[in-house]
């Protein structure tokens, strides 16, 4: 995806980054070029020098600038370091989780505010990653089940759930349809222990 941003030579400050990212639109596309343009090396480097690939640095790159970017949208964040600071240390720490390197050895990361930041980020892609396995692992439950089970999970009531399936039987149709599919959904779960335990995984971050 970012690769795809338009190429065009412009000069941001932080600050300018951080006001275009909560504009969106062109404003972010524009951010996003320079940043990638600027920051792309660095992020590379510090990942290739702690004895990564360069592919490897591509794909954690990938996988947290959106994270990256809702938080630094966020109004009560505050801006203490270089912008370049938290974001390549928020592609290490995708990086350095992966390989199981838990210590934190960049210079940055030293920073409470930075490492805080992080944490932050980090949990923001662990539960959009929980999130899109529940949802591809409900849905082969079928249709049904997953909007049952998710409608649950979401707080709605049994009569509130009945009311969105329009269960002619109210609320007792609605109880007992959840707890079949929670029985599938357990069953499957314990027919898949690999996708139980990545699923605990995320949860536990």
Known sequence: ?????????QSFTDQ????????GGLAREKAWEFAYKNWRDRVIGTIVNKGGTRDEAKESLQEA???FEQRVRRPDFVLQHRLST??????????AKKKKERKMEIIELESKHVSDFVESVEMDIAQTDLARLLDETLALLGERCKSILRHFM???SMKEIAEKM??????????????KCIERYE????????????????RNG
């Open 86 to 95: 938290y974001f390549v240390s928020c592609v290490y720490r995708v990086w």
């Open 154 to 156: 979401n707080g709605f």
């Open 16 to 23: 300018q980054i951080i006001e275009s990212f909560r504009s």
């Open 65 to 67: 600038f959106m994270a």
């Open 187 to 202: 069953n499957y779960l314990h027919e898949h222990p690999d996708i139980l335990q990545h699923i605990q995984n995320q």
């Open 166 to 179: 329009d269960f002619s039987g109210g609320e007792q149709v609605a109880r007992n349809e959840k707890r």
């Open 1 to 9: 995806m970012l690769k795809s941003l338009l190429s065009m030579s």
